[in-house]
């Protein structure tokens, strides 16, 4: 397993080598959230290889003592997605303001109630009880894993499992 920590502290120190074990150890799992999140794959690369640049130019600023490694990545991924997003799709996008400062609950929210009521998807989204809609918004909206997602609803991962599966088998159900 690989210390992502010391990784980073590789990286403000100059090695290279240090991104490449990142990129080889993470890059994968990173294109996959940037995929879910954007499904669109020439934005998930670009998001990918922005966080990258970001993590080679900004790895002094990480401080193991205020978090881990990995969530830390995941941020700045998580943040070019947004950024990508906003981008592409203006009309829905959350204001920059509100996306820097807004919490995971807050930008699930904000991104919740830009659908338009008769929209057919939040239409669908309303008739899932709380656990599931909150479950899917998180890995789709979010690309939180399932296991990020129990860690955050404080829910055991089998369960989140199931409302993620369960609630993408009633929209489907409900948008067809």
């Known amino acids: 397993m690989t210390d992502l920590s010391l ?7 100059g090695e ?5 074990q ?10 996959g959230v940037a995929r879910r999140m954007l499904r669109r794959q020439d934005l998930a690369e670009d998001a990918v290889q922005e966080c990258f640049v970001l993590l080679w130019r900004k790895a002094h600023q990480f401080d193991a003592e205020r978090g881990q490694a990995k969530a830390w990545i995941y941020t700045i991924l998580r943040n070019r997605c947004l950024t990508l997003l906003r ?3 203006p009309e829905t996008a959350l204001d920059p303001a509100e996306a820097e400062e807004a919490s995971d ?3 699930l929210e904000i991104a919740y109630n830009r659908l338009e009521r008769t929209h057919d998807l939040r239409i669908c989204l309303e008739s899932l009880d709380p656990h599931k809609r909150m479950a899917i ?3 789709y909206i979010l690309g939180y894993s399932h296991g990020e997602i129990a860690g955050r609803m404080g829910a055991p991962l ?3 499992k199931a409302w993620v599966r369960r609630g993408l088998l009633m929209l489907r159900e409900c948008l067809s």
Not at 7 to 13: G, H, R
């Open 7 to 13: 990784l980073i502290q590789s990286c403000a120190a």
């Open 16 to 20: 290279r080598s240090a991104l490449k």
């Open 22 to 31: 990142i990129m080889e150890t993470e890059g994968g799992r990173m294109l």
């Open 87 to 89: 981008n592409a799709h």
């Open 105 to 107: 609950d807050a930008i």
């Open 137 to 139: 918004l998180s890995s």
């Open 158 to 160: 089998g369960s989140v």
